[in-house]
T-cell receptor
Framework: NAGVTQTPKFQVLKTGQSMTLQCAQD?????MYWYRQDPGMGLRLIYY???????DKGEVPNGYNVSRLNKREFSLRLESAAPSQTSVYFC????????????FGPGTRLTVT | QKEVEQDPGPLSVPEGAIVSLNCTYS??????FMWYRQYSRKGPELLMY????GNKEDGRFTAQVDKSSKYISLFIRDSQPSDSATYLC??????????FGTGTRLKVLA
């Protein structure tokens, strides 16, 4: 039981490049989330997926797109990376009806130069 | 004013001490309160959550919520060097969106 896994662990991009961050969970959770964590800002919700087939914006969705590929997988895409998107990105998941009980992955450290 | 405020620390205590970590929040509609532990360069790990006011205990950890003063606390008894980490509080209304504090860095000295 690996929990929540994220790939890649580290990535360096140049401004304007695109990339997709991958997340998968093996806990049969319905809901999945993407956060970014910046110094002095705390964790901020980018997008979430309450259940397979649905996605909704969080607090900071601009510059990102998401895809809920199936119940297990939820990806985050940066279409044209900007230095302001340099951050640590975390994926999380939760059981249906218990969004306050989220389980986080190990994170992806992204640097945009 | 931020919706959730948390002292960044660092807070240094000797091994065996009782640690008190605190957050304040501004929205009286918030009903769920969570505490996460985050080791350096790792993902947050849920320690416990509480609903509405009151206390909740889990081993050496006790979470306390005072809705009248919009104040939430996490107490760690018999602190250990392995408790050294950043502790994040989070709160929300029970939907999918939660507000996280910036975290308090704790160091437990052996």
């Amino acid at each position: 039981n690996a929990g929540v896994t994220q790939t890649p662990k580290f990535q360096v991009l140049k401004t304007g490049q695109s990339m997709t961050l991958q997340c998968a969970q093996d806990m049969n959770h319905n809901s999945m989330y993407w956060y970014r964590q910046d110094p002095g800002m705390g964790l901020r919700l980018i997008y979430y997926s309450a259940s397979e087939g649905t996605t909704d914006k969080g607090e900071v969705p601009n510059g990102y797109n998401v895809s809920r590929l199936n119940k297990r997988e939820f990806s985050l895409r940066l279409e044209s990376a900007a230095p302001s998107q340099t951050s640590v990105y975390f994926c999380a998941s939760s059981v249906a009806g218990r969004p306050y009980e989220q389980y986080f992955g190990p994170g992806t450290r992204l640097t945009v130069t | 004013q931020k919706e959730v405020e948390q002292d960044p620390g660092p807070l240094s205590v000797p091994e065996g001490a009782i640690v008190s970590l605190n957050c304040t929040y501004s929205n009286s509609a918030f009903q769920y309160f969570m505490w996460y532990r985050q080791y350096s360069r790792k993902g947050p790990e849920l320690l416990m959550y509480t609903y509405s006011s009151g206390n909740k205990e889990d081993g050496r950890f006790t979470a306390q919520v005072d809705k009248s003063s919009k104040y939430i606390s996490l107490f760690i008894r018999d602190s250990q060097p392995s408790d050294s980490a950043t502790y994040l509080c989070a709160t929300g209304q029970g939907t999918y969106k939660y507000i996280f504090g910036t975290g308090t860095r704790l160091k437990v000295l052996a």
